[in-house]
């Protein structure tokens, strides 16, 4: 199964944050990491965060030191997003899969969630 769709997209000014929060419904193997990515207007989707279940994470590069993500319980994943730039806005997806390196190719995907962050 699909993660649920992430909640807590929106609107916000620069310099502001949001939470975005995902639960996953796929087996304990499909589940063993969870994250984000996301896909700006013109632009390919890239991986915003990553967590396993053994609290191993991965971030990309334009949002470490900004962005953080954790995991609640077995499928509950969280992605706290702060000090937010115009360039952050897209639509992000959470993802589950096996792993951290296959969870983009082979992972379940949830509806995606907005974000838009004004000048």
């Known amino acids: 199964c699909c993660p649920a769709a992430g909640a807590g997209g929106g609107l916000v000014q620069a310099g502001g944050s949001l939470r975005l929060s995902c639960v996953a419904s796929g087996s304990e193997i499909m589940t063993q990491a969870m994250g984000w990515y996301r896909q700006a207007p013109g632009k390919e989707r890239e991986l915003v965060a990553a967590?396993?279940?053994?609290?191993?994470k991965e971030y990309g590069d334009s949002v470490k030191g900004r962005f953080t993500i954790s995991i609640d319980g077995a499928k509950t994943v969280y992605l706290q997003m702060n000090s937010l730039k115009p360039e952050d806005t897209a639509v992000y997806y959470c993802?589950?899969?096996?792993?951290?390196?296959?969870?983009?190719?082979?992972?379940?995907w949830g509806q995606g969630t907005e974000v838009t962050v004004s000048s």
């Open positions: 993802n589950a899969g096996p792993s951290i390196s296959t969870m983009e190719d082979f992972g379940s």
């Open positions: 967590i396993t279940r053994g609290n191993d």
